[in-house]
């Protein structure tokens, strides 16, 4: 049941003509990814917060004692903050800076999925908590939203690289940084 020319042409003519139905078809898509990408983070933190810390106790030497208090507000955080830029970029009509932060996530979550999750399952012969969710949906649905964003043509690679890196650190020392400022305040409190 194909549609012809004409049927499609009206169908779309609100929408400015084929490069803008490209578009506008590209920002749906995007935001879709967006959504799912949120969706991904949101059961990969919920994964590491339910098993991560038991798994960790047993299969990993640290030199703190892992606190599941301590991940489930790092993870639920993360969790909330991850919104912030996807609710940006779906109802935003200027979107560029949500997308800049949530390539820095997509970047984030991208390497997350392999290194540390993935690496150390297979260094400990162990599924580490976080490693299927991570590599089902992190890091597939974080190569889209980059991908997107350099498609878009809005700015340039090395603008949208230079841009993802620098979120993506923040966010890794925001994290590690919580992390390990939360453990070090419980071990000062036990001494």
Same mark, same amino acid.
């Given at each position: 049941?194909?549609?012809?020319?004409?049927?499609?042409?009206?169908?779309?003519? !609100? +929408?400015? @003509?084929?490069?803008?139905?490209?578009?506008?078809?590209?920002?749906?898509?995007?935001?879709?990814?967006?959504?799912?990408?949120?969706?991904?983070?949101?059961? /990969?933190?919920?994964?590491?917060?339910?098993y991560l810390? !038991?798994?960790?106790?047993?299969?990993?030497?640290?030199?703190?004692?892992? #606190?599941?208090?301590?991940?489930?507000?790092?993870?639920?955080?993360?969790?909330?903050?991850?919104?912030?830029?996807?609710?940006?970029?779906?109802?935003?009509?200027?979107?560029? /800076?949500?997308?800049?932060?949530?390539?820095?996530?997509?970047?984030t979550m991208?390497?997350?999925?392999?290194?540390?999750?993935?690496?150390?399952?297979?260094?400990?012969?162990s599924y580490?908590? @976080?490693?299927?969710? @991570?590599?089902?949906? #992190?890091?597939?649905?974080?190569?889209?939203?980059? /991908? !997107?964003?350099?498609?878009?043509?809005?700015?340039?690679?090395?603008?949208?690289?230079?841009?993802?890196?620098?979120?993506?650190?923040?966010?890794?020392?925001?994290?590690?940084?919580?992390?390990?400022?939360? /453990?070090?305040? +419980?071990?000062?409190?036990?001494?």
């Amino acid at each position: 049941m194909g549609h012809n020319q004409e049927e499609v042409q009206s169908t779309h003519r !609100g +929408l400015g @003509g084929p490069r803008r139905r490209a578009d506008y078809l590209m920002a749906a898509s995007y935001k879709l990814t967006a959504i799912l990408f949120g969706i991904g983070v949101t059961l /990969h933190n919920l994964e590491e917060a339910l098993y991560l810390v !038991g798994w960790a106790r047993s299969h990993l030497k640290l030199w703190f004692e892992p #606190n599941p208090k301590i991940y489930w507000v790092s993870t639920s955080l993360v969790s909330v903050v991850i919104w912030i830029p996807i609710v940006g970029v779906c109802i935003s009509t200027e979107s560029s /800076h949500f997308q800049s932060v949530l390539s820095g996530f997509a970047l984030t979550m991208a390497i997350n999925a392999v290194l540390p999750h993935f690496v150390i399952s297979l260094v400990k012969h162990s599924y580490s908590p @976080g490693t299927g969710t @991570g590599m089902l949906f #992190n890091l597939p649905l974080g190569a889209l939203l980059i /991908h !997107g964003q350099l498609s878009a043509h809005a700015t340039s690679y090395a603008e949208v690289w230079r841009d993802a890196v620098l979120y993506a650190l923040l966010l890794a020392v925001g994290v590690f940084g919580s992390l390990y400022g939360a /453990h070090a305040i +419980l071990a000062a409190r036990k001494e």
